[in-house]
């Protein structure tokens, strides 16, 4: 088994599950971030019913969608998913070694835990801008929300993309 330069006491199972734990949580806080863009496509589920757009209408099925059942925990199962796939299809074509997988763990737990981080700090800074293209609630308001969400979930999936060797055996 390859060392990887650690003390004595801590043996290369010990990191690896340690950083497997890590991945884990991970995917836990990239959960959140689908609650985040969900909450960003639910506009009205905090609003009176009185200010509702009326049944029928796009805004209201689109969040009634993301409000409700299926839709509220679609994308946390998407990205936590998608970054599973990548993530597997990855270590598959990882030589067979324990630094090689200590550092693809790595790799995608920090990326999880940076798009997690990103995209909470987003908001609030959104939040605090005066940019709105229609007054609350609407999503006029969460379009303020939802491109820099957009565009750090892009950057996201192009770093765990990245991260897959081109032919096994190799890292990129």
Do not use: C, H
């Amino acid at each position: 088994m390859m060392r990887l330069g650690l003390p004595s006491r801590l043996t290369p199972t010990f990191v690896l599950s340690i950083t497997a734990l890590a991945l884990i949580l991970s995917w836990i806080g990239l959960a959140w971030v689908g609650e985040v863009v969900s909450w960003s496509l639910a506009p009205y589920d905090t609003t009176p019913l009185e200010r509702w757009p009326p049944q029928g209408t796009w805004q209201r099925d689109v969040s009634d969608f993301f409000q409700y059942s299926v839709g509220s925990s679609m994308l946390a199962a998407i990205f936590v998913g998608l970054s599973l796939a990548l993530f597997l299809i990855a270590l598959r074509k990882m030589p067979n070694s324990s630094g090689g997988w200590l550092r693809l763990m790595i790799g995608f737990a920090l990326a999880n835990f940076a798009i997690a981080a990103s995209v909470t700090v987003s908001g609030f800074v959104m939040a605090g801008l005066p940019v709105e293209l229609t007054p609350y609630p609407g999503y006029g308001w969460t379009v303020k929300f939802l491109v820099p969400e957009v565009f750090l979930l892009g950057l996201w999936i192009r770093l765990q993309a990245r991260s897959i060797p081109r032919r096994i055996g190799l890292q990129s």
